[in-house]
Every structure is written in structure tokens, then in C-alpha cells.
């Protein structure tokens, strides 16, 4: 691995957060990329989930909607990175063999273009990954609006997907091969608890919500020196998450592979 890498302010901030290292595994355990493939994310955790991705096999090649997030990721994946409106996309037709959308189209008003879009770009047999948060109901998403984490402030036009939606939105183009539900309730607390923390700070919020960077996690000084003392205690709180087996999880993931 990429020293440089290794040493990153991302890569320090993913040992901390439980909830990008779950979902990094999640995503990884579905990935079969071939060193020769060409690869897009989109919406890669402002370049913290991109930078990791590239350390896998694959050319990848990076998109987001907001600029603070491009700019993330030309810091720590280089150039290799635009900025898209959420509908169209600026590469050729069936020119990838992997795309990876995470967290981006719970973003988009317009889904069913930017799907037909990822369609457009993507080879015949080609697979597309796709990270949302599951619609569903529960007391953490009846708590959330009350702590002031609303889909709004979140940049989310819509609450999240069923994988019935998912694959309906998709379902002209390519097949669902696999799908998981993941990120359950204590987990889900923790990260809760953090985001309306950042709420009552009156942290800014970008298009996609709040967006860690390096100048906002060096601006944190003492609250990020806090949270990594108390972090092994709420890495062992989460945990208990693997006694809630029966229940579906907050955030969804869907494998789809496009006809040929």
C-alpha cells in the first residue's frame, strides 16, 4: 500500500468511524474487479471511500455532485475527479466496467435519468454497486428530524429506497444479483449522536450534507481529540449490532449486472 496513503488525515479518520469502515467492508465484499477494468464511483465519501478503492485493482476515475467533495477528492486521489449535476455523465457510452454509486442518488430529484445514464455508460455484462439508505421506518428515523438531522440538512431529496424501488429503477437495463441490508441499530445510534452533535454546533452543510475534509477535521481540534479517547467504548457498543441479526438494516446495498 501507498505510504502516503497510509498516512492520510483520511486514513486516520476511517479507523475512527465506525460507520465508513462498515461500510468500505460491505462494499469491498461485493467488488470481483479485474486489474484491466475501468471503474467510476460516484459520491465516494467525499474521496475517503475513493482513495480506498483505488488501493483494489481497477482504473477508477471519480465523480460527485458537490464541489467541497471533488476537491476532497483531487486531494487524495489526484485529478482524476469531476464535478456532475446528477443527471448526465461525462464519459462514453459503455466505456466502464464497474460503477460504484455510494450515497449519491437519495441526492438526485431526477433519479430515473441519472439511472438511465449509469445504463448509458456502462458495458454490456458491466456491474453497477449501489450504496443507499434503506426506506424504513423505526425510532432512530422518527428521532433524527427532532435532533435536528433532517433529510434536508442531509441534502437528501427523498428518505431512501426498498430494494423493490431499486430494482424497478433499473429493471429495463440490467438484472439484481445480490443485495444486503447492513448498519444496524447501535451503530446507527453512535453516528446519530455525532451528526447531531455537528447540528447543534451549526457545523456547514454542503448539497450532500455535512462533509468531512481536512480542514474541518483539523478545525475540530478538541471535540476530534475527545471522540478518540472515548472511540474503543463506542467501537464496543457497536459491536452488539451482531445480536440484531433479524433485523434488515439501515443502509441497503444492490448488485445489479447490466444485459448484454
Not at 469502515?21 to 475501468?38: A, G, M
Not at 467533495?69 to 469531476?82: F, I, W
Request: charged share 25%.
Amino acid at each position: 500500500m501507498n505510504p502516503a496513503v497510509t498516512d492520510s488525515w483520511h486514513r486516520k479518520l476511517l479507523q475512527r468511524s465506525l460507520l465508513k469502515r462498515e461500510k468500505l467492508k460491505e462494499i469491498q465484499s461485493l467488488l470481483r474487479v479485474k486489474p484491466t477494468d475501468c471503474c467510476l464511483d460516484l459520491g465516494g465519501d467525499n474521496g475517503i471511500l475513493s482513495a480506498e478503492l483505488r488501493q483494489g485493482p481497477g482504473r477508477w476515475v471519480s465523480a460527485d455532485m458537490a464541489e467541497e467533495a471533488v476537491l476532497s477528492c483531487h486531494e487524495l486521489c489526484g485529478r482524476n475527479a469531476v464535478r456532475i449535476d446528477g443527471t448526465a455523465l461525462p464519459f462514453r457510452s459503455e466505456s466502464l466496467d464497474w460503477i460504484v454509486v455510494i450515497d449519491l442518488l437519495e441526492h438526485v430529484h431526477e433519479d430515473t435519468l441519472l439511472a438511465k445514464e449509469l445504463s448509458r455508460i456502462l458495458k454490456p455484462d458491466g456491474y453497477l454497486l449501489v450504496h443507499v439508505p434503506r426506506k424504513a421506518g423505526g425510532l432512530l428515523r422518527w428521532l433524527a428530524p427532532k435532533l435536528g438531522y433532517t433529510d434536508q440538512l442531509h441534502g437528501h431529496v427523498r428518505q431512501g429506497y426498498t430494494i423493490d424501488e431499486l430494482t424497478r429503477l433499473f429493471q429495463d437495463e440490467a438484472v439484481l444479483t445480490a443485495s444486503r441490508g447492513y448498519s444496524r441499530f447501535f451503530t446507527q445510534a453512535i453516528d446519530l449522536g455525532i451528526h447531531a452533535f455537528m447540528a447543534l454546533k451549526g457545523t456547514a452543510s454542503t448539497s450532500k450534507g455535512h462533509l468531512v475534509t481536512s480542514e474541518t477535521l483539523h478545525a475540530s481540534g478538541t471535540a476530534y481529540r475527545v471522540y478518540g479517547a472515548v472511540f474503543p467504548l463506542l467501537r464496543g457498543i457497536s459491536s452488539m449490532d451482531r445480536f440484531l441479526f433479524f433485523a434488515s438494516g439501515h443502509n441497503l446495498l444492490a448488485l445489479f449486472r447490466k444485459r448484454a
